[in-house]
């Protein structure tokens, strides 16, 4: 046995070592508890359990009541009563022999008497008051061992309204010669403090006396209160700040008596006691917290051993170091300690090193990202607490890109966990922050979810208080300012109200129904929000004060535009003045009934056969309409613009039936009167009108693949494109494929928790797909092995890299995705290899080995792509085929133009050159040039100038209204001299997509000795040299989808080649003439993305759906701006005639 | 601050309580019934600390005995581990390796140890007297000791 423990126990008032040996104290059998307990033991029922209790309670009273019982026996029948009390079985008649007992026995009787009192009796309890007058004779005793009786039971149970009878003479124990007394004493005022703290308030300087006590015990108890008063005002307690330091400065150096240890810890209660102290008081107050980084330090450093108490200091170290006001060197450290938590084998410590996560990210997200995979780990761990704690931490990164796959792995929780406590509390207040944070942008299934999930299940009281949680977290919601919710968020909590509000019993339903009138007041409120509101107040409208705040409502909407509303207000309207039937409509209880939908609608059978047979055209699905429409019209290039696609959403309504989800979904389909902005503000709500089509893309991707990942209901938003996972380098082929799907669950979980990225994808130049974007991790990412490679490997480009770095800064920024850390050379050469792949993804010409080159690689993300070897340093061999398929017939002239190629552009595609009007004057030649670059068209005007005079004052002009140009060539140019070449550089992007723009250009000149002279020339630029193609993954593709308004239909031709399927033959087709990208490829149908160059950095997408039918290619586009579907369809029929 | 202790058995029998807060009878009960049901339900080598409503608890089981602790929701969890080892550790050295029958027949004793050790939530006693004080206070005591030693209790 250790010393400590030697010691402790010798502290204990001695009256515990009556029993002069260890282990004499055990009652003999034959005694009466004995006997009892061995009774109860030996029973098998809980029956005959009361039965003997019974007896023995009988006994007990009869005993007690007996006047003469003496007092040893009374202490002996006291712990029996004790005994059944702590079986559970009321012996409340004995309460009052109890405080009998602690008056008039001796001592050990006395103590026997305090004991029962305090496990029997409350601090309300009227028995207590009787208490007061022994309390305060033993408190005067001259015995120490009658003192201590009496403190300590004063700090267990004391009436609070008699503090004032006993206070002087507790206080007066502050300077009792006795450290145990002082202690007991100061813990008593703690106590009173605690329960009625104005009367205590006289004695604060009482208390700072006992914290400068000289026994550590007094002073480690005075602590108590010191935390409890600072922990209230910070403020006032400031002055105490070196006062702490100090005294936590001895205990780490160890100052304190040696048996202040535990386990050779000094004193490790009195640590972190004095760590929240210091918390509390460095919070927020930069110099108070300048005072104890010193010894925050000294702490974190000392406790080294391997101790559980060890960590239970660092753990409280940590936590004040994210309180107080930050210091970068100590955080860093901190930061390393909560590793060594996470990654400990110890459950325990694990345990704590996610708790210390979830409390730090609250300060700094970054934090969490070294641990990714551990958290990852954790979220499938066997022992449910550690889930649980995950779930908080997750919950604490939420940010607007991650929430969908948080709100999975939350509602994944919560279907395995039978319901408790702490599951409504996380996942209550997760929902509430996910549906504000980016209700909008998640996809329809997850509030579904919710909401199914809120109504499932049989009846039990944890059911029912979820659903209380979730119906009074929505009022008070409500109650404050709505106009930021998300519409998602509203319909939900308008849904909630609807059904459970009843459930809220204090609350009549008209405080309900003036909420959601408010909401529908509410400018912002949308259309569909307005008809779930207007759903909620029908099963709402129960009092008269709802009824006619329902028909105020009611006359308001029923002259409604939309045809939804109207019907809703009409329903409100009728059901609020006929209770009888509102009640057979909507049953107050037993509404989550599931109720039979009949999806095929084949009740409307009868009506159907009747029109057919009266000569009504059969029905067809407004996708088979559309083809039709199409084909009608073969001729028609003029697409009929943006009100076809606004007719399909006819169909919406079986199609949400068929899916089976909340029941008051029923009525819910989105505009069906909707005009266009409705649907684009619905965004996710309008579901993919693909009926007549094999449901082969889904809202999230391609279904298929979805389900063979995993069967849950809403599978996981992210998913490898399988054109990009051959792509990956080597190192993360081989890792096993869990551990894969791992990462991609970090990488989904973890994302935008870096740099900030913005959540529109194509506001960048670079639109890598962010959830395959690694954060760099100890240098193995594939990503940055790659980069290190191509750096390694373009030494001898470095010089031209540099002056590109210079010129291309904004790429270089925008393309940084998760290396920071690199340096110029490496920049620029990834630039550079961005804009090659970019610009000219059809390159093909695979030329290994020359020069010195070696493979470069394009860095996206978590993609490494390995891409045709380019060498900076010849020149020769970067002649790309341009991108249109005629072979460059070069003009001899032509070659040493192309060697005036600005080196840093030299690397990109480009297209032949072009004489702009030469024949003007035979002594000028101008030609021109397009660079596809990654973020811009740059267009290059060469001046040749063929004589031997200079030619001064030269500027050139380029102009065009649709086209925004900018000159970027270094120095701009003033004179060519005899038999040179000059070269202007311009970048220009399209302001709004057209089919074609002619630029036009000036040109003015002087000669020596001549009349200034201008040459004009026009060039024009189609739309294809502004698109590039968008690498995004089919699952990003199918979200960008569902977001985009605009959209354009038509049937193409399909390109047929020998030894191609027709769809790849066209799609190829396609994307070597305009630059798009193929996302995928799947059966008959494909899917492309592209985007249009718009300003720096930005840029619009376009998507096309492509499926072949009946040998034509259905073409759909969809896009953001309207103009931009129009135009690059005119591009593909083009394309696709020629060839 | 602790605001209960309990022990009990691996059959679910409570063997000790300790309320450092007022709380109702049908409360406490209520809690009894919760903790030994959800720490009996861990499995061996699993987290020793879980969430009961706004509580944390802290549990750890010795031989036959679990001891189970309600803490604030600012308490450190592996401290409130060290607390009942520390308790664990007064037991045994009182009883003299200790077992779960020293605490069913004597439990007021070990209700004694504990007022001593924990006082109204808190820890009391972290440290030890220096012997030279410690011995001072049981000549004081001694009195008091001889008189009743010589009245048998039973």
Same mark, same amino acid.
């Given at each position: 046995m250790s010393d400590v423990v030697e010691k402790t126990l010798s502290a %204990?008032?001695?009256?515990?070592? *009556?029993?002069?040996?260890?282990?004499?104290?055990?009652? +003999?059998?034959?005694?009466k508890l004995g006997n009892l307990i061995k009774g109860i033991t030996e029973l098998t029922s809980k029956h005959e359990e009361e039965k003997l209790i019974k007896k023995e309670l009988a006994a007990i009273k009869e005993q007690v009541a007996s006047?003469?019982?003496s007092m040893r026996q009374m202490k002996e029948i006291m712990v029996r009563a004790i005994y059944c009390e702590m079986l559970?079985?009321?012996?409340?008649?004995?309460y009052i022999h109890a405080i009998k007992l602690a008056q008039q026995g001796s001592v050990l009787e006395k103590r026997v008497g305090y004991l029962a009192v305090s496990l029997f009796?409350?601090?309300?309890?009227?028995?207590l008051l009787l208490l007061v007058n022994t309390v305060l004779k033993d408190l005067q005793s001259t015995n120490l061992i009658d003192v201590c009786m009496a403190l300590t039971v004063v700090s267990q149970v004391f009436p609070r309204d008699m503090i004032p009878a006993i206070l002087p003479v507790v206080e007066e124990k502050?300077?009792?010669?006795?450290e145990i007394i002082r202690r007991k004493a100061v813990l008593a005022l703690y106590k009173f403090y605690l329960i009625a703290p104005n009367q205590v308030q006289h004695i604060h300087s009482k208390f700072r006396k006992a914290l400068c006590d000289k026994d550590p015990g007094v002073m480690a108890a005075s602590l108590h209160i010191y935390l409890q008063l600072i922990k209230e005002s910070p403020e006032s307690y400031k002055d105490l700040t070196v006062s702490m330091v100090t005294i936590l400065g001895q205990v780490v150096g160890g100052?304190?008596?040696?048996?202040? @240890?535990?386990h050779s810890i000094p004193a490790p209660w009195l640590q972190i006691q004095l760590l929240r102290i210091l918390a509390y008081l460095g919070k927020e107050d930069q110099g108070t917290s300048e005072l104890m980084y010193d010894v925050l330090e000294d702490s974190l450093r000392r !406790?080294?051993?391997?101790h559980n108490m060890t960590y239970a200091i660092l753990f409280e170290c940590v936590k004040t170091i994210f309180t107080v006001h930050p210091k970068a060197q100590l955080l860093e450290k901190a930061a390393e300690c909560i590793g060594n938590f996470v990654l400990s084998p110890k459950i325990n410590l694990k345990y704590l090193g996610l708790k210390a996560l979830t409390y730090v990210v609250q300060q700094?997200?970054?934090?969490a990202l070294p641990h990714q995979m551990t958290i990852i780990e954790c979220l499938d761990h066997s022992d449910i607490i550690i889930k649980r704690e995950t779930l908080e931490l997750l919950f604490r990164i939420t940010n607007a890109q991650n929430v969908t796959v948080i709100v999975e792995k939350m509602l994944e929780f919560l279907r395995m966990t039978s319901d408790d406590y702490s599951t409504i509390d996380l996942v209550g207040k997760t929902m509430n922050s996910v549906f504000s944070l980016g209700g909008d942008v998640m996809q329809p299934d997850i509030p579904n979810n919710f909401l199914r999930l809120l109504a499932? =299940?049989?009846?039990s009281v944890e059911d029912r208080r979820m659903r209380l949680f979730a119906v009074d977290s929505y009022v008070s919601l409500l109650q404050g300012?709505? !106009?930021?919710?998300?519409q998602r968020f509203l319909q939900v909590i308008s849904w909630v109200l609807g059904e459970? +509000?009843?459930?809220?019993?204090?609350?009549?339903?008209g405080t309900i129904m003036r909420l959601l009138a408010r909401l529908l007041d509410q400018? @912002?409120?949308?259309t569909e929000t307005r008809s779930w509101v207007l759903g909620a107040m029908t099963k709402l409208c129960s009092n008269p004060v709802s009824v006619a705040l329902a028909r105020d409502v009611c006359e308001r909407y029923s002259?409604?535009?939309?045809t939804v509303l109207r019907q809703r207000a009409q329903e409100l309207m009728i059901l609020s003045q006929d209770t009888e039937l509102r009640a057979r409509v %909507?049953?107050?209880?037993?509404?989550?009934?599931h109720l039979e939908v009949d999806s095929s609608l084949s009740f409307l059978d009868g009506y159907v056969s009747e029109a057919l047979a009266a000569g009504a055209a059969p029905y067809k699905s407004p996708h088979q309409r559309q083809e039709d429409l199409a084909q009608e019209k073969? *001729?028609?290039?003029?697409p009929y613009g943006l +009100?076809? /696609?606004?007719?399909?959403? $006819?169909?919406s309504v079986t199609d949400r039936l068929t899916d089976g989800? $909340? &029941?008051?979904? %029923?009525?819910?389909?989105?505009?069906?009167?909707?005009?266009g902005t409705e649907l684009s503000h619905g965004g996710g709500s309008t579901?993919?009108?693909?009926?007549?089509?094999?449901?082969?893309?889904?809202k999230e991707g391609y279904l298929a693949q979805q389900q063979s990942v995993e069967d849950? #209901?809403? #599978?996981?938003?992210?998913? /490898?494109?399988p054109l990009l996972s051959p792509q990956r380098p080597p190192s993360q082929t081989q890792t096993p494929e869990p551990d894969q799907e791992k990462q991609q669950l970090a990488s989904s979980l973890f994302?935008?928790?870096? +740099?900030?990225?913005?959540?529109?994808?194509?506001?960048?130049?670079e639109p890598a797909p962010q959830h395959f974007r690694?954060? &760099?991790? =100890? =240098?193995?990412s594939g990503a940055s092995e790659r980069s290190s490679d191509s750096s390694h490997s373009s030494r001898s480009a470095a010089v031209d890299n540099l002056l590109l770095s210079n010129l291309l800064d904004s790429t270089t920024v925008a393309s940084?995705?998760?290396?920071?850390?690199?340096?110029p050379q490496q920049t620029s050469q990834r630039t550079l290899d961005h804009t090659t792949s970019n610009g000219?993804?059809?390159?093909?010409?695979?030329?290994?080995?020359?020069?010195?080159?070696g493979s470069l690689s394009l860095i996206r993300g978590m993609v490494a792509v390995v891409l045709p070897t380019h060498t900076?340093?010849?020149?020769?061999?970067?002649?790309?085929?341009?991108?249109? &398929?005629?072979?460059? *017939?070069?003009? &001899?002239?032509d070659l040493p133009l192309t060697s005036h190629l600005p080196a840093e552009l030299s690397g990109l595609a480009r297209s032949e050159l072009t004489p702009l009007?030469?024949?003007?004057?035979?002594s000028l030649a101008l030609s021109a040039c397009r660079v596809y670059k990654e973020d811009a068209l740059v267009v290059l005007v060469f001046i040749v100038n063929n004589t031997n005079s200079t030619l001064h004052q030269m500027a050139l002009q380029l102009t065009c209204k649709e086209l925004e140009i900018s000159c970027i060539s270094g120095s701009p140019l003033k004179e060519v001299k005899g038999h040179s070449v000059s070269v202007c550089l311009h970048t220009v992007v399209m302001k709004r997509a057209s089919v074609q723009v002619e630029l036009a250009g000036l040109l003015s000149y002087q000669r020596p000795l001549g009349q200034p002279q201008a040459a004009q020339f026009s060039l024009s630029l189609s739309l294809k040299h502004f698109i590039r193609p968008l690498t995004v993954s089919t699952g990003e593709y199918g979200k960008m989808w569902l977001s985009f308004s605009h959209d354009l239909k038509q049937n193409l031709r399909l390109v047929t080649t020998e030894h191609q399927e027709p769809l790849t033959a066209t799609l190829d087709a396609l994307k070597s003439k305009l630059?798009?990208?193929?996302v995928d490829i799947i059966g008959s149908e494909g899917i492309v993305a592209c985007r249009l160059l718009q300003g720096e950095g930005h840029g619009q997408p376009c998507l096309l759906h492509c499926r072949v039918h009946a040998n034509t290619l259905a073409v759909w586009l969809r896009s953001p701006v309207p103009e931009l579907p129009d135009s690059l369809l005119y591009h593909c029929q083009k394309a696709l005639t020629e060839t | 601050m602790m605001r209960f202790l309990l022990l009990f058995s691996?059959?679910?029998?409570?063997r000790l309580q300790k309320w450092f807060t007022p709380i109702p009878e049908r409360e406490k009960k209520k809690i009894i019934r919760e903790m030994t049901t959800m720490v009996l339900a861990r499995k061996p080598r699993s987290c020793n600390f879980l969430h009961w409503k706004d509580l944390k608890i802290v549990y750890k089981k010795y031989a036959s005995l679990y001891f189970c602790c309600g803490l604030d929701a600012e308490e450190n969890e592996l401290l409130a581990l060290e607390v009942l080892h520390r308790y664990v550790e007064l037991l045994d050295k009182y009883?003299?390796?200790?077992c779960e029958l020293d605490i069913i027949f004597n439990f007021e004793k070990a209700y004694f140890i504990l007022d001593e050790f924990l006082l109204g939530g808190e820890v009391q006693e972290t440290s030890k007297l220096v012997v030279s004080r410690s011995i001072e206070a049981s000549d004081m005591l001694q009195e008091t000791m001889e008189e009743y030693m010589s009245k048998p209790a039973f």
């Open positions: %204990l008032p001695s009256l515990l070592s *009556l029993d002069s040996q260890a282990g004499a104290g055990k009652l +003999s059998p034959s005694s006047p003469n019982t559970g079985y009321q012996a409340s008649f004995s009796l409350n601090e309300t309890d009227e028995f502050l300077t009792h010669p006795k100052k304190l008596p040696m048996d202040f @240890n535990y !406790a080294e051993m391997n700094d997200a970054n934090l499932d =299940g049989v009846d300012e709505t !106009a930021q919710l998300p459970y +509000s009843h459930l809220r019993e204090e609350q009549d339903s400018r @912002n409120t949308s002259g409604s535009l939309n %909507l049953p107050a209880e037993g509404r989550l009934e073969a *001729l028609t290039l003029e +009100s076809l /696609p606004v007719s399909l959403s $006819s169909c989800l $909340s &029941p008051t979904l %029923l009525s819910m389909s989105s505009g069906l009167s909707g005009n579901t993919l009108k693909l009926d007549g089509v094999k449901r082969v893309w889904g849950a #209901p809403t #599978p996981p938003v992210q998913l /490898p494109s994302v935008g928790l870096g +740099s900030h990225n913005s959540v529109c994808l194509m506001g960048r130049a690694r954060k &760099p991790r =100890g =240098g193995s940084e995705g998760g290396a920071t850390t690199t340096t000219s993804p059809h390159v093909e010409g695979k030329e290994e080995g020359v020069a010195a080159g900076e340093t010849d020149p020769q061999s970067d002649l790309h085929p341009a991108p249109h &398929p005629a072979p460059a *017939l070069e003009r &001899p002239g009007c030469s024949d003007q004057d035979p630059h798009l990208h193929i | 691996r059959q679910g029998k409570l009883f003299g390796n200790v």
